[in-house]
DNA sequence: CGCCCCCGATGACAAATGTCATCGGCCCCC
DNA sequence: GGGGGCCGATGACATTTGTCATCGGGGGCG
């Protein structure tokens, strides 16, 4: 039997080289690339196609984990992914399986458990954190509609309506009565609140 | 030579461990005790009486890297601190300066490099992330009131100015009036961006 | 001592925001 | 064809928030 080829995707260049180490340990997985951002990442693996790829969630600048792994689904079936990331919000559980990603951990399991997830994803299991899945089932489905959520996003800085209504091409009316129903829907009493209520939940 | 004997405390199991197998590569380097918060840390300190500490800046429930040094500084004068840490805020670092900690990287360094710091941080030396330090000096002191961080710290999760004014023990004018300088001068146009900012800069 | 700054508060006013009702257009689906 | 939902907008209104002037008290400092 033939070592699975691991691709690592991590900004940490601390944890990167330090993950690369441990799971050369374990004799049946070798790892045939790092990067250190999502368009690295891309590169890497569509010059080392390897079996699976890890990626990391959140990256600086370009692509994130999630995005990543939509493009790999694309252009590399092959290519199995999963998702490690430190803070689990349950919203990017849900956009990481929609993307194809076949696991889905925490940073804090141990290198033991990521190499027999890794493992079991090369098998073509799937595998996602029972916490992080709780979590994701007891958040829900996002009861706001599209343009709500746009919005949200656009408020997320805690900019003011005029830019708000500015940025979304909207009239500063619509752009409050979203406001005021996305509010609702989250039982915020105002905007901001409801920008992080819905960020905890993984709804923008 | 008797080795550098080093405690690790982050949150992320799969971190902490890689990096302890990794400073074990290093045979003037011997991890003593690892540790999952804070808490976990300044009891396994006690235990062990590492020279030097090495804390993750951000742990989940207890104390934080910086609190940890703190304590630290009192109980364990013989140990000396550093913290590393994944988002480098300004603020931070000058508070963990503050703290006695006497290294302060971010996680995208190598390991081989932290060993070195180790090293240097042992030998009595300190070490700075020259971007982290740079940032910090770029973004000077804070120019807010203890009140006005304080107030702003309430102001946080976006809560409406009553119950800032409740939890602050202050009336809800005093609040605003507080607010609004404090917006004023990290040149926001509302509180909340003023928090965000305030933030940025490592200011609360 | 006088000066200055911070604290805490009040009042008044303007501006931003939240809330609600209502409208027309569009699309989907029964 | 007729709901029903989402989109986008408007108007009116109440509330919240931001802004400013002002006051009194207290502590540090030349």
Redesign the interface.
Known sequence: MTAVRVLLAD?????R???A??LA?EDDLVVVAEA?SGAEALAMARAHRPDVAVLDLQMPGGPDGVKVATSLRDELPSCRTMI?T?HGRPGHLKRALSAGVRGFV??????QR?AEIIRAVHAGNRYVDPELAADAISAGDSPLTAREAEVLEFAA????IAEIAERASLSQGTVRNYLSAAAAKLG???R??A??LARERGWV
């Open positions: 900004d940490e260049h601390l944890i080289g330090a993950l180490a441990l340990l250190a490690v430190s925490p940073k804090t399991v141990s290198a990521l800085d805690g900019a003011p915020a009493e105002n901001h609140t920008v992080r």
